[in-house]
């Protein structure tokens, strides 16, 4: 089955770091994934640049509404996300806590399935 591990971080906290803590935690990250492909779970990786460039596209009320970030009613982010095949909801939480990120974001565990499963 495949989960989603969404890395949710506060908003602005890249910031407050030195770029040396940055790619420090970076290179953490990267052994996590390079762990997670070694045991053959890894479909997908990426990390997100802050959304100070991303765009919000609504069209619930008919023509498409643009809006660019940053989006300040946001308390949080999405830093990045991991894009596993394990067996079970627990052992992709399992792997979850074990994301160096936890330390310092939340990360969400999410399966993947069709828009109408519920």
Do not use: N
Request: with cysteine; charged share 25%; glycine share 6%.
């Amino acid at each position: 089955m495949a989960y989603l591990l969404l890395i949710v971080e506060p908003r602005g906290q890249r910031a407050t770091r030195s770029e040396a803590e940055g790619r420090a935690l970076y290179a953490a990250m990267e052994a996590f994934g390079a762990d997670l492909q070694a045991h053959g779970q890894l479909l997908a990786v990426q990390s997100l640049r802050t959304d100070d460039e991303a765009v919000r596209i609504s069209a619930h009320a008919g023509a498409p509404q643009l809006r660019d970030g940053p989006f300040t009613e946001a308390k949080e982010m999405i830093g990045g996300f991991f894009l596993i095949d394990v067996a079970s909801r627990e052992e992709a939480v399992a792997i979850a806590s074990r994301c160096p990120a936890a330390r310092w974001a939340t990360v969400e565990v999410r399966e993947c399935a069709p828009c109408h499963v519920r």
